[in-house]
């Protein structure tokens, strides 16, 4: 069975943000990972890992103005000084929390600018964040989210273009976060993808479908996902990241099976 690490974002959203570092590894998590750390000061947030004894797995580059419905800044032409700025930012972070992961969100596709020009700004941006974060030893992530539900407009939303961006971006230290829910909806057919990519995946994300619930209540056939996983010899880690039914304990179920 794979490592699984809870996404606090969508995990133990019952208690205030501090605390779900010790119900997760409570539950057995021995791994967490989340949208951002920024509100906080990293040593704080380095001290509720301490305390509950998990493993920093994976956070987000900063995404631009989020509340205001940004979602990244790396396919940005006219932003990208402030994407060096956001990579300085994620670094310290990283330091602090002894991360070996981050995601860096792609961006909303602006209005009327050409695909040409996303695209070079996108891998000029990714090489930029590879070679900053491999002075720490640091994996960059790049996940293909479906635009149809759940972020309409988003520039990386299709897999293979996903799998083709990591060769352009040619970085040893960039590989592709594999969001099975997002995957699911922009193309299905998961089994044949981790196998033909398994290279190139440095990080896993579950969720069911529809409903982005626990694994279990949808159309994913998890366990046989999880067997492949283990078969293909992946060692990384797979992200809860997922909407609880109803309380996450109560939906940890799948997880015992
Ligand atoms: O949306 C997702 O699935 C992610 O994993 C992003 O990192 C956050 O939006
Ligand atoms: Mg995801």
Redesign the pocket.
Known sequence: MPKFAANLSFLFTEVPFPERFARAAAAGFTGVEY?FPYDWPAHEVAQWLQSADVEQVLF?LPPGDWAAGE?GLACLPQRQGEFAESVEQALDYAMVLDCERV?C?AGLRPAGCDEAMLETTFVANLRHAADRFATIGATVMI?P?NSRI??PGYWLDDVGKGFRLLQAVDRSNVKL?L?L??AQIIQGDLARTIEANIGDIGHV?IADNPGRHEPGSGEIHYPFLFELLDRLGYTGWVGC?YKPQTTTEAGLGWLRR
Request: net charge negative; proline share 0%.
């Open positions: 949208l987000n979602r995601h969100l996940e989210i759940d972020m976060q969001d829910y997002h994300q990241e």
